[in-house]
């Protein structure tokens, strides 16, 4: 069983910092692009950041430089770093894991929210 499991989320203030995880199981990690998403109600799910096993990575061009994606391929985690938050970064962050369409897993979501 696939299984995806995000933490790390909650409140902060405007400019403050936050780290989510992502464990993943029952995936032959290595294989896989990691990413993460984020939604915000009434709006599509977009891309933030994605890193492949090798370390390669692309981000969202309006969070480059403030958000960093990581991986820890013998922990089957993947990361993401956020700094510098905004109000407009509040959203339900997703992780996901891809290899083919076939193969294609979320995980249930955690919420930010930035606010004073």
């Known amino acids: 069983q696939v299984q995806l499991v995000e933490s790390g989320g909650g409140l902060v203030q405007p400019g403050g910092s936050l780290k989510l995880s992502c464990a993943a199981s029952?995936?032959?990690?290595?294989?896989?692009?990691m990413g993460w998403y984020r939604q915000v109600p009434g709006k599509q799910r977009e891309l933030v950041a994605r890193?492949?096993?090798?370390?390669?990575?692309n981000y969202a061009d309006s969070l480059r430089g403030r958000f960093t994606i990581s991986r820890d391929n013998a922990k089957n985690t993947v990361f993401l770093q956020m700094n510098s938050l905004k109000p407009e970064d509040t959203a339900v962050y997703y992780c996901?894991?891809?290899?083919?369409?076939?193969?294609?897993?979320w995980g249930q979501g955690t919420q930010v929210t930035v606010s004073s």
């Open positions: 890193i492949t096993y090798s370390g390669s990575t």
């Open positions: 029952g995936i032959l990690f290595r294989i896989y692009v």
């Open positions: 996901n894991a891809y290899w083919t369409s076939n193969y294609d897993w």
